[in-house]
């Protein structure tokens, strides 16, 4: 690789200490603009993609229209191996992101490994002077999205989160709608997520692939015996890994509904969650909810219920076999007062709902009265309007040059997952918490406020 007598991730760390974080990337002084697809390609910001399973592949493809791919990694060689393949053929492979990190002429860093690598991937790319795209959901714990939010803060990084939703402009025309007072008052959002059934086990232990290093993919996990299905896209079902349906879709469509919510700086301030799971606690099985109902008090008065759709019903990773939603479990998941709307909606998505009407939105469409009404009554010109993104990587390497605020910065993020951790450690504990979203604690309850963090496994530790 390429080194001179400075090196450019030396220069990168003196400038951001130097300047309080005001950084300015070296390719922004090139010719061509850097946030288009054309330029020379020795003007190019160079990217490596950590994580290159399906989606981490799928982005590292977007991102490889605005630069070059230089570098892939994945604790899966196999992995590796195959994007290097699909992304072009030239690039380094590496199975352990610290070597990769250690290269003088990496720029921007796209980050696709599972959920629970995360925050220690973007934590490093930052404090070695990279941006970075990080893939949804942002963060496994409320601790380190608070950490996260520090490091961004200080290295005056770029980081923008993988929530393309809010690059769509159906999403974009609700907030809009709701922020600009056309449901009148907001009184309640609802936010649902649909079916996905978690019901599996028990996995026999197998021995490890040699393509896999099995120590370093666990990461700060808890070490357990290795399951083919506790990797690739079915980790999202252990709760070592990921949060479930709660974060992963969690991520996208509760942000919009604190978008709209004008909520994007707070949170809730009482949680109260109840979940189904379909497998014995045991480490051969599933440990995620796969339905689940919450309920959230935001300040002001507005109310979130965020829940699984149970008449949508979607196979992910080889999942099948959705089990029945009886009469009864419907009323133990959501209790009495809910309405009764959200024990039979058959489509996934954000409903807003106000004193003047209501509106339902999702990546498809927005639908209601307001939005039908909107081209014979257009919003004026002083509204308020959603940040103008309608591409949510273009907009990503746009604020590599500008040095702006991402559409989906991680303090907003960070604030989205939260509420979406708080209802899995209110579901996992059985009962209704209080938060402090000022001081982001969980009042009056010790051990519920313990599980902003977990255990954290040598030497792994972030």
Known sequence: MPRSTFHRRQFLRSVACGAGGALVPYWLT????????????????????????????????????????????????????????????????????RRLLDRD????VTNGTPDHWHTAVNIAACRSGRDVYAEKPLTLTIAEGKLL???????????????????????????????????????????????LSTK????????????????????QAPEHDYRRERTHRSFRWWYEYSGGMATDWGNHYVDIAHWGMDCE??????????????????????????????RMMY??????????????????????????????????????DAPEETKTLDRSGIMFLGEQGRIFVNPAG???????????????????????SNNHMAN???????????????????????????????????RKLAWDPEAEKVVGDDEADAWQTYEQREPYTI
Not at 105 to 108: E, G, K, L, P, Y
Not at 266 to 287: D, L
């Open 200 to 219: 599996g086990g028990p996995f026999a232990a197998q021995p490890v692939p040699p393509h896999l290093d099995w120590d370093l993919y666990q990461g």
């Open 149 to 195: 939010r520090q490091v961004v803060e200080e290295t005056g990084r770029i980081v923008q989160v993988g929530t393309q939703h809010r690059s769509n402009r159906f999403c974009q025309t609700a907030v809009e709608l709701v922020r600009n007072g056309r449901l009148g008052k907001l009184r309640q959002v609802w936010v649902a997520v649909p079916y």
């Open 366 to 388: 927005v639908y209601g009265r307001p939005a039908e009404e909107l081209a014979e009554n257009p919003l004026p010109a002083d509204a308020w309007r959603a940040h103008p």
């Open 396 to 430: 990503f390497f746009e604020c590599t040059r500008s040095r702006e605020q991402p559409c989906a910065p991680v303090d907003v993020e960070h604030r989205t997952m939260t509420a979406c951790h708080l209802t899995n450690i209110a579901m996992r504990l059985g």
């Open 30 to 97: 090139a010719r061509t603009s850097r946030g288009s697809e054309t330029g020379s390609r020795n003007d190019r910001p160079r990217i490596a993609a950590v994580g290159v399973g399906r989606q981490g592949t799928g982005i590292a493809r977007q991102a490889a229209r605005f630069g070059d791919i230089v570098a892939v990694c994945d604790a899966d060689l196999q992995h590796a191996e195959r994007a290097k393949a699909a992304l072009g053929g030239k690039a380094d492979v590496y199975q352990d992101y």
């Open 265 to 294: 700086g707070t949170g809730p301030v009482s949680v109260e969650a109840r979940g189904i799971f379909p497998n014995p606690a045991a480490p051969e099985y599933f440990s995620t909810a796969d339905r689940f109902f919450s």
């Open 299 to 336: 300040p002001g008065g507005v109310e979130l219920l965020f829940f699984t759709s149970l008449a949508e019903r979607m196979n992910f990773a080889g999942q099948t076999g959705h089990e029945p939603s009886t009469p009864e479990l419907i009323e133990r998941l959501f209790g009495k």
């Open 105 to 108: 002429d990496i720029d921007v």
